[in-house]
């Protein structure tokens, strides 16, 4: 079965303390891996989308790599703007373009 | 460019009522997906629309979830009659591009 294991649960950190989420994955064959950004109250914000082993991604303080069965994000120097739940998703295939399959979440505390 | 717009933001309704949650995509966005998030637990896909037609069903819960979507623009999904384990947040997303998807701010049902 698809499944998608985010850890830590909760993560607290002082703001310019730099560390890193985890995002493992179980699945039959990947077209794609997400991470998203979700404040509270809001929908899932796209952060960035890796299709292959080996491939980075970054934006301002956040850098998303993958392997074969994880990935990571990592987060540079954080703010406390940076506090959010960060959600890491795959897109499974065989399955056309249908579902993400989502982790439970990490709730990231930034705290100045 | 406007975002995915959903309705209500909430909705507190009794056991055995019906409820419609309304979703508006992005313009010009063919797929359109519902997904679902219950107390405690990860975000669940429901459905996956392509315009009007439905793509994959897979994740709907029962037959007293309906979803559609009429001339390939805006969505409903019903569900009749609620019951106390359909309390979540439904997020709707849409996309151009297979995957990258953009969610709206979600409704949140709570069936008393």
């Known amino acids: 079965e698809d499944q998608v294991t985010q850890s830590p649960e909760a993560l607290r950190l002082q703001e310019g303390e730099s560390s890193s989420l985890n995002c493992s994955y179980t699945?039959?064959?990947?077209?794609?891996l997400f991470w998203y950004r979700q404040d509270p109250g809001k929908g899932p914000e796209f952060l960035f989308t890796?299709?292959?082993a080996g491939e980075e991604k970054e934006k301002e303080r956040l850098k998303a790599t993958l392997t074969k069965k994880e990935s990571f994000l990592h987060i540079t120097a954080p703010k406390p703007e940076d506090s959010a739940t960060y959600l890491c998703?795959?897109?499974?295939?065989?399955?056309?373009?249908?579902?993400?399959?989502f982790g439970a979440g990490t709730r990231l505390a930034v705290h100045p | 460019e406007a975002g995915v717009t959903q309705f209500p933001s909430h909705s507190v309704i009794e056991k055995g009522q019906t409820v419609t949650l309304r979703c508006d995509p992005i313009?010009?966005?063919?797929?359109l997906y519902w997904y679902r998030r219950v107390m405690g637990k990860e975000i669940k896909f429901l459905l996956h629309f392509v315009k009007e037609s439905k793509q994959d069903e897979s994740g709907m819960p029962n037959n007293r979830f309906l979803a559609e979507r009429t001339g390939g623009t805006y969505s409903t999904l019903k569900v009749q009659p609620a019951e106390l384990e359909d309390s979540g947040v439904y997020f709707c997303?849409?996309?151009?591009?297979?995957?990258?998807?953009?969610f709206g701010q979600g409704t949140r049902l709570t069936v008393v």
């Open positions: 890796l299709y292959s």
């Open positions: 997303a849409s996309s151009q591009v297979p995957g990258r998807a953009f």
């Open positions: 998703a795959v897109q499974p295939t065989p399955g056309g373009y249908n579902k993400l399959i």
């Open positions: 313009s010009g966005h063919d797929n």
């Open positions: 699945v039959s064959g990947l077209r794609g």
